[in-house]
């Protein structure tokens, strides 16, 4: 039985990684194929589609299991965004590098942040803590489609660190402005389908990381601006 670089047997991870995978459909059309499918089966890459975010063991529990559950990747909790302001708003977006969108903007913030965890020290975008013995690379062309010509450049969602353009995140959903906004079933979780964490607003209030059904990884449809009316009045 090989052993992966923290020490634990490998044949552990990929059985729990298997499992994970296997149950991809639960969590609607599955994240297997989709862009969030990291997986590879090229010379050094691994088939394994959870791997890339989730481990069994030394997860990285800097942001906690509720918001980061058994997670295998670095999180800079020291990073500086510029958040969305305004004069109107009542509840005032905080930095997000320590709440649970921390982990979303780890890639698609397109910079390169450095963390150390456990001693061992890798970057958000490509380390993972807790690998196989032998490696396991994940599928270059997610990301960088141009990669096999030499071009490194990222597709898809890349915000940067400046978030002032995009919707507020990591803020406490505004329950005082009730002709404003719609009051949630849960003032903690929010609703069935739209989320609140602890009731905050976060990145993965409106998106599921694991059902690509509805593009970009849409909790609800937003036809009819059907995802915008379910927190605010029209």
């Known amino acids: 039985m090989t052993k992966t670089n923290l020490g634990f047997p490998c044949a552990c991870v990929w059985v729990w990684v298997s499992m994970m995978a296997s149950s991809a459909n ?13 997986s590879s089966t090229s010379s050094g890459g691994s088939s ?7 481990t069994p063991h030394w997860a990285n529990n800097t942001l906690g299991p509720a918001f980061a559950p058994l ?4 999180v800079d909790t020291t990073v500086v965004f510029t958040v969305y302001s305004s004069a109107t708003m009542i509840s005032t977006p905080e930095n997000p590098s320590q709440g649970p969108s921390a982990v ?84 903690k979780k929010g609703w069935s389908d739209v989320k609140l964490f602890n009731g905050r607003v976060e990145c993965s209030s409106c998106h599921s990381v694991h059902d690509p059904a509805i ?9 009819g601006s059907a995802l915008c009316l379910n927190c605010h009045i029209q």
């Open 215 to 223: 593009s970009p990884f849409l909790r609800k449809s937003n036809n």
């Open 71 to 74: 997670w295998n990747r670095y």
């Open 104 to 187: 979303c903007l780890g890639c698609h913030d397109g910079t390169l942040a450095r963390a150390t965890v456990y001693g061992i020290t890798g970057d958000e975008k490509h380390s993972l803590i807790n690998k196989p013995a032998g490696g396991a690379s994940a599928k270059c062309q997610k990301c960088h489609p141009g990669h096999s010509a030499g071009n490194y450049y990222a597709s898809g969602i890349m915000m940067g660190r400046d978030l002032r353009k995009m919707h507020p995140i990591s803020m406490l959903y505004p329950t005082t402005m009730e002709s404003e906004f719609l009051a949630p079933l849960d003032a």
């Open 26 to 38: 639960l969590f609607g059309a599955g994240i297997k194929g989709s862009k969030h499918d990291l």
């Open 48 to 54: 394994q589609v959870c791997l890339f975010c989730h």
